[in-house]
Nanobody
Framework: QVQPVESGGGLVQAGESLRLSCGVS??????AGWYRQAPAKQRELVAT???????DYADSVKGRFTISRDNNKNTVYLQMNSLKPEDTAIYYC???????????????WGQGTQVTVSS
């Protein structure tokens, strides 16, 4: 069974960068996506990448975040630049599939990694 494991979170100041990594054990995956969950806010899908490396982003991170994958390492990355305090959240990596333009994550999620951006 596919199991994502996130790493790379931490505490940074506004304007700085972080790169999150997601190692995926188990079968080779087709698509992947990063979600985030901030306190008292709805969970948000921030970035996806499909089997052709087509990417998509939430408007809130477009132009600042970049999702990528290394198939040789079975790893997905989320490069986060120009971080803002409102990016503070637990970030979760998922693998899944696309139904049309809709991303559907698998049931198995990682534990998440905390990202905190101070002002």
């Amino acid at each position: 069974q596919v199991q994502p494991v996130e790493s790379g979170g931490g505490l940074v100041q506004a304007g700085e960068s972080l790169r999150l990594s997601c190692g995926v054990s188990g079968n080779i995956f087709n698509a992947a996506g990063w979600y985030r969950q901030a306190p008292a806010k709805q969970r948000e899908l921030v970035a996806t990448i499909d089997g052709t490396d087509r990417t998509d982003y939430a408007d809130s991170v477009k132009g600042r975040f970049t999702i990528s994958r290394d198939n040789n390492k079975n790893t997905v990355y989320l490069q986060m630049n120009s971080l803002k305090p409102e990016d503070t959240a637990i970030y979760y990596c998922t693998v899944g599939t696309f139904m049309g333009r809709t991303y559907l994550p698998n049931a198995k999620w990682g534990q998440g990694t905390q990202v905190t951006v101070s002002s």
